[in-house]
């Protein structure tokens, strides 16, 4: 919303004042650019070099209705601004007048309001006020949505949508309450936009995720690119070049026709459109996908270690000392942002210290969630955590 607001306003920066889904303590700023998505890392950069060492400011005595009255600040109506927008791109009449069930979790974060406003005969679940998010972080992923995915199996849901809690990161659960992670639904959305809405565009995805976006953009003749993790390194070139979709591991995806910017409502938006246009279950549609990619499962495990175990770890990934774990053997490394071994039949593994939180993340891909996590089970023994 604050994104739109900055294109639609023709504003010079957004702010967001966030802890995203980390604990308060990690309270800071999400500044967004004129563009209407992440401000770029060089103008994250110069905002940074104007804070002082000190600030001096007494902001217990600035008056924010003084402010008002002399029209210094004012308020805009992001939410009916970001609603109005939706509407001029979606049949919300399709959707909302389905024989489809959609559910929707807003982990009490920021989505709650614009989704009972826009899908009213959506079955809804944590979608009021609670600061501590009920003592679950408001992150999108399968362990802190289990609640979620046991609601969708007993109220005859055909899916769910969940959102973080700044709503701009997506989780999704077919109708047997099973999980969907980030890698299936970028496929499912380039499978979508490309054939059945015939846009065309490049796809750029971060580094940790599927190969088989690869063969999926290759399939429909599109140009593919791998970025660093982070979406801003996506929004830079969502701004200079024709990209149909940019997309993240972590549910961060952006699509042609919106802003260059995460929006995990957008997103379900448009995986809901797709189930009601074209009559199928996301099951249905993910065999589609399939068809085209193979079949595959993705799991990831974060590995709270020592400082100097993470140190050693990254030290021999650097200097090439892995070259297999376990019975895995390493046909090939890719050290685009952390290392990403790959081994026999299209499985993967990456490893990378995470950039916000004193972890080490692992990653894995294989034909089935099972081996996937046998390969995450081996790694953790090889590397001593």
């Not at 980390?22 to 800071?28: L, R, V």
């Not at 924010?64 to 109005?84: G, H, P, R």
């Not at 699509?255 to 199928?280: C, N, Q």
């Not at 990403?340 to 916000?356: H, M, Q, V, Y």
């Amino acid at each position: 919303m604050v994104s739109l607001g900055v294109v639609k306003e023709k504003a010079s920066l957004g702010i967001v004042i966030t802890a995203s889904h980390n604990p308060a303590s990690y309270n800071g700023y999400k500044l967004k650019g004129d563009f209407g998505g992440p401000l770029l890392p060089k103008d994250v950069t110069d905002v940074e070099d104007l804070i002082p060492e000190h600030n001096n400011i007494d902001l217990d005595n600035i008056n924010f209705s003084q402010l008002l009255n002399d029209k210094k600040v004012k308020y805009i109506d992001l939410e009916t601004m970001y609603c109005n927008h939706v509407r001029e791109y979606f049949d919300l009449e399709a959707i909302n007048n389905s024989e489809m069930n959609f559910a929707y979790d807003a982990m009490f974060g920021s989505g709650m309001n614009v989704v009972r406003k826009l899908l009213p005969n959506t079955q809804l679940l944590h979608c009021d006020e609670n600061p501590s998010f009920k003592g679950i972080a408001p992150e999108p992923i399968y362990r802190n949505l289990k609640e979620f995915s046991e609601f969708i199996k007993n109220n005859n849901i055909d899916c769910g949508l969940a959102t973080d809690g700044d709503a701009d990161r997506i989780g999704f659960f077919n109708s047997s309450g099973e999980f969907i992670d980030a890698h299936h639904l970028i496929l499912l959305l380039i499978h979508y936009l490309s054939k059945y809405k015939k846009i065309e565009g490049k796809v750029v995805t971060a580094f940790s995720c599927t190969d088989r976006i690869k063969k999926m953009c290759a399939h429909y003749n599109l140009s593919q690119e791998t970025v660093k993790i982070g979406f801003k390194h996506i929004a830079g070139k969502m701004i200079s070049e024709d990209v149909l979709l940019g997309g993240e591991e972590s549910g961060g995806i952006a699509t042609k026709g919106h802003i260059p910017e995460r929006d995990g409502i957008w997103m379900g938006l448009i995986l809901f459109e797709f189930m009601v246009k074209s009559g199928k279950t996301i099951e249905d549609l993910i065999k589609e996908v399939y068809e085209i990619v193979g079949s595959f499962a993705f799991e990831r495990v974060d590995l709270h270690i020592s400082s100097k175990l993470k140190d050693d770890i990254i030290k021999k990934c650097t200097n090439d000392e892995f070259l297999s774990f376990g019975n895995y053997k390493v046909l090939r490394t890719e050290k685009i942002d952390g290392f990403k071994f790959f081994f026999e039949n299209d499985a993967w593994l990456l490893i990378r210290p995470s950039g916000t939180e004193p972890v080490l993340r692992t990653y894995a891909e294989s034909s089935t969630s099972e081996k996937a996590f046998d390969i995450l089970h081996t790694v953790k023994s090889a590397i001593g955590a």
